[in-house]
């Protein structure tokens, strides 16, 4: 069974380019905000009442020619889940790479429960260096566009020493987003939980826990374990527990590497296909391959999702005419 989602873009409208210059920065423009505001929440109810599975939206910062205004998709949830009756909310998503993974099941948490079960969670891994180098600079994050999906002829036009930077650059990345994704999981799961790596200490410092002046009501009242035998708090109870068990679904952005279908087929979340359908064939397969071994078993296509951009129109030189008039700025530019 198809379960259509409408994934949505919040673009600051311009007549053209021309326009989108004179008024510089667009992204930054209040009355044209509401307007994209409005227009994203009439599409969300409409989604809606034509039965859709879902609806979600990006984590994109800084754009300030107002191609792509998405800083909060979880504050776009809310909303739109207070507006809808059944359409499921969710994000494509959450950038892990760049994200404080604590904050990010807090977040989904209580969406979870706003919406009583009616969202899901997306991840993706940043591509967009403008901004995932400034807000994961803390992790040592670098944005990628994973070289890996690339052919051998655009490997050589991009030069060895180039592609090396990117390989080095891509293996942080997937570094990073893995790790915080398995501390999102462990903070919806676990009762309690600690973590000690390169990246986070929790709680901080590890070695030697935190003096908390609450210790003996969190000894008694809180999660076993949170206190240890020297008064010290050892490990930290993230609440909300999620309100679907064992989680909301997950999604997981993928354009050029099979490397983040395989890691998805390994965890059971649904890999989302930003790529064309060759290479969507391509991923299909290996997803399957890897959820079996790990003794997930789907059908090809099951537990994956596809995205297309579309234009409905009464004909297609309408479709075409609305493509030219809404869609190709973004793409020649962005």
């Known amino acids: 069974m198809v379960k259509p989602i409408l994934q949505i873009y919040p673009v600051l409208a311009a007549a053209s380019e021309d326009e989108r210059s004179a008024l510089r920065p667009l992204g930054r423009d209040v009355d044209r905000y509401q307007d994209a505001l409005a227009g ?4 969300v109810q409409a989604a809606d009442r034509l039965g859709f599975w879902g609806v979600s939206t990006i984590e994109h910062h800084f754009h300030s020619e107002g191609y792509e205004v998405g800083p909060n998709p979880g504050l776009l949830n809310a909303y739109w889940a207070a507006v809808t009756r059944q359409v499921r909310v969710g994000q494509l998503g959450y950038t892990m790479s760049a994200q404080n993974p604590i904050r990010v099941a807090e977040e989904t948490a209580i969406l979870d429960h706003l919406t009583r ?13 403008r901004w995932t180098n400034v807000l994961g600079q803390h992790l040592g994050t670098r944005a990628t566009l994973s070289p890996a999906g690339r052919s051998e002829e655009q490997r050589k036009l991009t030069g060895e020493a180039e592609m090396a930077a990117q390989v080095a650059d891509d293996q942080v990345n997937r570094q990073i987003f893995e ?20 990246l986070w200490q929790v709680p901080f410092p590890f070695d030697r ?10 000894a008694r009242l809180g999660a076993p374990g949170e206190i240890g035998p020297d008064g010290r708090v ?3 109870s993230v609440v909300p527990a999620p309100y679907t068990k064992p989680h909301p679904p997950v999604f997981v952005a993928s354009n050029a590497s099979q490397e983040t279908v395989e890691y998805c087929g390994r965890q059971g979340f649904v890999p989302t296909y930003f790529s064309g359908i060759g290479k969507a064939g391509v991923f299909g397969q290996a997803y399957v391959e890897h959820a079996a071994r790990a003794g997930r078993h789907y059908e090809l296509g099951q537990n994956q999702a596809l995205v297309r951009w579309v234009q409905i129109a009464d004909t297609e030189a309408e479709a075409r005419e609305a493509v030219a008039r809404y869609d190709v700025e973004v793409y020649r530019n962005l």
Not at 40 to 43: R, S, V, Y
Not at 209 to 218: K, L, N, P, Q, S
């Open 40 to 43: 994203c929440t009439d599409l």
């Open 117 to 129: 079960g009616r969202c899901f969670v997306g991840f993706s891994r940043g591509y967009q260096a």
């Open 179 to 198: 790790e915080q994704i398995d501390m999102v999981l462990d903070a919806w799961g676990q009762d309690s939980v600690e973590h000690d790596s390169a």
């Open 209 to 218: 826990g935190v003096e908390w002046g609450m210790r003996d009501a969190t």
């Open 234 to 236: 050892h490990r930290v």
